[in-house]
């Protein structure tokens, strides 16, 4: 726009200037030989060649305005003294000084411009009254003639004035028009928001991404309109920032979750919003005048995922080193102790004649050798079958079986514990539970890990109780204790391999915290349902979901079948010689 501006004051000063030069010769011949004023006054009415000279070479637009009003200010006062003063025919002229600064668009110039028009006035209207004037240079009878020169070449100078004024408007509106479709054009296919707040956060502008971003209608997000939709939690930092900023504190980020879709949407879902604010300019246009703070809001809910799950994974690499060391020391313990016994009680077998062993001694000794190796064995079971079940090499074999005889039969082994420990085993089941489709032994093995976690955990005089009944298509089974418990804080990790609910340096039993994972596992894979209830120092319900007929759940393959067609008779007889 200053650029147009500067082409039109330069354009109609040359123009100007090089017409009056141009009329110079015209005027030689018409009026003969000129005399001083003359000479003057046309030397005079060249100088604006000068002044667009001068702009073009500073740049200096409203210098050039002030120089072209003083200019003309002295060109209407030289005529006006000269031919009448305040009457004279050029006095009119002073009307364009003001009209002409007012295309400089600067209201300082205009506003000077006015007074410096006024103050010639007032000095004409003075010489005038106090005959300080020479006498008019005009005849008497020319004087119409130069009136209406005067009057028609100021009404031909404002029209031109105003044409320029109306095309330097046409290519301002233009000008603006096309810098409001470049910042519209941005703002729509730009995906980040721009808004504008106020120091209480209330936003006075938001750019039309918002309607994307937020799901939701530009005026439901004016005012308060976002700020009601951040979420509650997140409320405090996000006026924090905004008030921080319109403070003088510097840039801020913030990061919060806005609500989005319509207002009446149930169940409202959240993203997050990383929002950028700065302080505002004060020379802005665009803002109202308590604006104080832009920002600039941008869609992070990829990254706030992205960085869960770096966090989630960090927790879990560190949940798999704990559970190694947790494992390397279980293991340490559960191997060395009947090793150790192994290792001691056949050393003093050897040495049966140095230590005088009778027959019952060498029993005991037999005994307790046979004892921790059975420990050994089942210890390594466990983590074998844990590692086929991890690896998907335990394969379900479904098969019908009576259940009520399997758990009588895991019952009975695990009869002789509970009596050892002092515990009462309490078998409930009734004698018309069906008959059912599954995998018979992995059936017993989740029955004999729940009894034996249940036996182990519960103190002497206690009572562990098992239990079977049908509910729908499923056959359910529990096993109550009166033991330890488990705490509400274990309860989260119940199931996970190597885990025990007591810690390491407090553990009072044996165990490598395999039974409880192998029974989920296979609970699992028979696609059942495994509850665990608990209370510390009352005792402990493990409820197993199995279904009735898991070749319904889990339908079986269809084999393929592949006919074999007979060769024809020629081709045996080919075949038979070929052999020969």
């Not at 504190?249 to 989005?260: H, L, P, T």
């Not at 008959?435 to 059936?443: E, I, L, Q």
Request: neutral net charge; glycine residues 8%.
């Amino acid at each position: 726009m200053m650029a147009e501006r500067h082409r039109v004051f330069i354009g109609t000063r040359l123009l100007g200037g090089f017409v009056l030069l141009a009329s110079f010769p015209i005027y030689l011949a018409v009026r003969g030989a000129p005399g001083l004023l003359e000479v003057a006054c046309f030397a005079w009415l060249t100088v604006p060649i000068l002044l667009a000279y001068y702009l073009s070479r500073t740049g200096r637009y409203e210098d050039a305005h002030c120089l072209s009003s003083v200019l003309l200010a002295g060109v209407v006062m030289l005529v006006a003294i000269n031919t009448g003063g305040i009457a004279s025919f050029a006095a009119v002229w002073l009307v364009a000084i003001p009209i002409e600064a007012a295309l400089s668009g600067s209201r300082r110039i205009v506003a000077g411009a006015t007074a410096l028009s006024l103050m010639c006035v007032l000095l004409l209207i003075g010489a005038s009254t106090g005959d300080f004037l020479p006498a008019s240079k005009i005849p008497q009878q020319l004087n119409s003639v130069f009136e209406a020169i005067g009057i028609a070449s100021v009404v031909l100078c404002c029209a031109t004035l105003a044409f320029m004024t109306e095309m330097l408007g046409s290519t301002s509106r233009g000008l603006l028009s096309a810098e409001e479709r470049r910042y519209s054009l941005l703002a729509r296919n730009m995906s980040d928001v721009i808004s504008l707040h106020r120091r209480n956060g209330a936003i006075e502008f938001i750019s039309p991404a918002a309607q994307a971003l937020f799901g939701t209608q530009l005026g439901q997000l004016a005012g308060h309109g976002l700020f009601d939709r951040v979420h509650v939690a997140d409320r405090p930092a996000y006026l924090t920032a905004i008030a921080e900023v319109a403070r003088g504190a510097g840039d801020r980020d913030v990061e919060f979750r806005v609500r989005c879709g319509a207002d009446e949407q149930v169940g409202p879902s959240f993203i997050w919003v990383e929002m950028r604010c700065r302080p505002l300019e004060r020379n802005a246009d665009i803002s109202g005048p308590d604006a104080e703070v832009v920002a600039v809001l941008r869609d992070i809910t990829e990254r706030k995922a992205q960085e869960q799950a770096l966090e989630d994974a960090r927790r879990e690499a560190e949940r798999a080193h704990a559970a190694k060391s947790q494992f390397l020391s279980t293991m340490s313990h559960e191997l060395r102790t009947p090793l150790n016994a192994i290792i001691g009680f056949s050393e003093m077998m050897v040495r049966e004649a140095e230590l005088n062993l009778d027959a019952e001694r060498r029993r005991e000794y037999a005994q307790l050798i046979n004892d921790s190796g059975q420990h050994l064995l089942s210890v390594v079971n466990g983590i074998l079958d844990m590692s086929k079940i991890e690896s998907g090499g335990f394969e379900i074999s479904a098969e019908p079986f009576v259940p009520r005889e399997a758990i009588v039969s895991c019952s009975n082994l695990m009869a002789l514990k509970a009596r050892e420990g002092g515990l009462d085993l309490v078998v409930n089941v009734p004698e018309n539970l069906p008959d059912m489709v599954g995998d018979r032994r992995a059936f017993k093995q989740i029955l004999l890990n729940l009894l034996s976690n249940a036996i182990k955990f519960t103190e002497r005089g206690g009572s562990v109780t098992v239990s079977a009944s049908v509910e729908g298509a499923n056959l359910a089974l529990r096993v109550e204790d009166t033991g330890v418990g488990i705490a509400p804080d274990d309860m989260k990790r119940l199931g996970d391999p190597f885990f025990q609910a007591e810690k390491t340096y407090r553990r009072r039993h044996e165990g490598t915290g395999l039974g409880l994972s192998i029974v989920k596992a296979l609970v699992a894979m028979h696609h059942g349902e495994m509850n665990v209830q608990s209370k510390v120092d009352v005792g402990t319900t493990i409820s197993v979901k199995l279904p009735l007929d898991l070749d319904k759940v889990v339908p079986k393959p269809s084999p393929v079948v592949t006919t074999l067609m007979p060769k024809s008779k020629e081709q045996s007889e080919q075949r038979i010689k070929r052999s020969a």
